[in-house]
């Protein structure tokens, strides 16, 4: 399984961004996948999940600004993030976890590289 994200960038105050993150791989479903951040000097932190039903969990921080949402089809999720601010600079990583793929089994908290997101004051 390897998660492939895009859509990173640089962003002024107030500005948006939209994270995309791509599945693939011989994968038959996925549990949960969501984002987490990790910002310089900083413990990596969870920034939203969304599961098979369509629940979704979201940092504190993030709640109104960020809505995660799901490609189920094509085992991608997305992250738009509205409102940025200069706290939100960090590496965002997907992450899939509960991965069932055929023949082999459960692959639990797949990671993906990660993408820079950096947002100017």
């Known amino acids: 399984v390897q998660l492939q994200a895009s859509g990173g960038g640089l962003v002024q105050f107030g500005g948006s961004l939209r994270l995309s993150c791509a599945a693939s791989?011989?994968?038959?479903?996925?549990?949960?996948m969501g984002w987490y951040r990790q910002a310089p000097g900083k413990q990596r932190e969870l920034v939203a999940t969304?599961?098979?039903?369509?629940?979704?969990n979201y940092a504190d921080s993030v709640k109104g600004r960020f809505t995660i949402s799901r490609d189920y089809a094509n085992h991608t999720v997305y992250l738009q993030m509205n409102s940025l601010k200069p706290e939100d600079t960090a590496v965002y990583y997907c992450?899939?976890?509960?991965?069932?793929?055929?023949?082999?089994?459960?692959?639990?908290?797949?990671w993906g590289r990660g993408t820079q997101v950096t947002v100017s004051s």
């Open positions: 992450n899939a976890d509960k991965v069932v793929v055929p023949g082999v089994g459960i692959r639990y908290n797949s």
């Open positions: 791989g011989s994968i038959l479903s996925i549990n949960r």
């Open positions: 969304i599961g098979t039903g369509g629940s979704t």
